[in-house]
């Protein structure tokens, strides 16, 4: 590049002091001032570096200050959208382990990993008589990783159901059924039967011989169901027929086929998932309104427990 004075490439007068020529600085010094003022920059940021919390991309997402003060503490949770689903303030025995298990947070944890996962099993399964056993193959031998996504949706499964009936089984031994709670521990148990559920509706969809008989043994159970089912107690007197009953509702049919593998299709990727959730929601934000969890009930010293007042 041309420096206007007609010679190249001069970067000095020799005592140091850039060259000027009418007032216009040579290439070079600009380079060098340049240099120099990303340096100072670059040092500028790195010392906003190690203090974080005065930039203000810091300042305009946590806008409350991060000392160890209790209020503060309880804004930083509340101003927070994620955080602020939990509670500002929580009886520290009752989240220990030894005391929940930790089973309520687990199951909810893999009913996560199970929403995951088979949102990825749907992108390689086909719900059709023609395609879904082949699908599975494809998937166990071919997909890469197929096998290991299959079976993490399939122990999980397992999972879910233990975690979820050994949850159940703390909230009993705790007592955490009873008065706020009974509202919750209902809703507990349609999250129950919505798990079982959900494992069963997935049971068919390899459509392999495991969870066709399964499924047949399942469904025929419905025929003996009062008033709803052809051979339940009064099902004959209503009218019921093998072609109209519950049975035939739950299987699109009078025997497991293609229209039951698209139904239990339809329940265990979208309608049931679609419900537990909601329920889970009402689940969780009951817990904080019943008082948050139950705990366990708080020591008092002996000096704290008042005489009975004598009359
Ligand atoms: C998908 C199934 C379920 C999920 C994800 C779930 C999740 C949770 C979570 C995270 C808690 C907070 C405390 C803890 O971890 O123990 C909780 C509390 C509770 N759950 Fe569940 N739960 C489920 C099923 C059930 C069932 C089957 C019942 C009983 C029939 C039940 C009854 C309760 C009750 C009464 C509480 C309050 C307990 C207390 O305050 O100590 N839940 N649940």
Redesign the pocket.
């Known amino acids: 590049m041309a420096d206007g004075n007609g010679s190249k490439g001069t970067s000095g007068n020799g005592a140091g002091e850039p060259e000027q020529n009418g007032g216009k600085k040579s290439p070079v010094t600009v380079l060098v001032e340049g240099a120099k003022a990303v340096g100072a920059q670059a040092a500028e940021e790195i010392k906003a570096l190690k203090q974080p919390e005065k930039t203000d991309v810091w300042k305009s997402v946590l806008r409350v200050k991060h000392d160890e003060t209790p209020r503060s503490r309880a804004l930083g949770v509340l101003s927070n959208v994620f955080l602020h689903l939990h509670p500002a303030k929580i009886n520290r025995d009752?989240?220990a382990y030894n005391?929940?298990?930790?089973?309520?947070?687990?199951?909810?944890y893999v009913?996560i990993t199970l929403v995951f996962t088979g949102t990825l099993l749907m992108f390689y399964y086909h719900p059709s008589k023609v395609v879904a056993f082949r699908d599975i193959l494809y998937l166990e031998h071919d997909v890469p990783f197929g096998k290991l996504l299959r079976n993490m949706h399939r122990w999980g499964a397992h999972l879910?159901v233990i975690?979820?009936?050994l949850?159940?089984f703390?909230?009993?031994l705790?007592g955490?059924?009873k008065k706020p709670?009974?509202f919750?521990?209902?809703?507990?148990?349609?999250?129950?039967v919505?798990?079982l559920l959900l494992s069963f509706t997935g049971y068919l969809l390899p459509d392999d011989q495991l969870g066709f008989w399964a499924v047949t043994v399942g469904t025929n159970m419905a025929r003996a169901t009062p008033l709803l089912g052809h051979d339940g107690p009064f099902g004959h007197q209503l009218g019921m027929t093998p072609f109209n009953d519950v049975r035939f509702g739950l299987l699109g049919g009078s025997i497991v086929d293609s229209n039951a593998l698209l139904r239990a299709y339809i329940w265990h990727c979208v309608a049931i998932p679609i419900i537990?959730s909601a329920?889970?929601v009402v689940?969780?934000w009951?817990?904080r309104k019943?008082?948050?969890?139950?705990?366990p009930a708080p020591v008092q010293l002996e000096s704290e427990i008042k005489e009975p007042r004598k009359l």
Not at 290 to 295: E, R
């Open positions: 009752a989240v005391y929940t298990w930790g089973m309520g947070g687990m199951t909810f009913y879910m975690m979820v009936e949850h159940m703390r909230v009993f705790t955490s059924y709670r009974e919750n521990w209902v809703v507990g148990v349609i999250l129950l919505l798990t537990a329920f889970m689940h969780f009951r817990v019943d008082g948050g969890i139950s705990g």
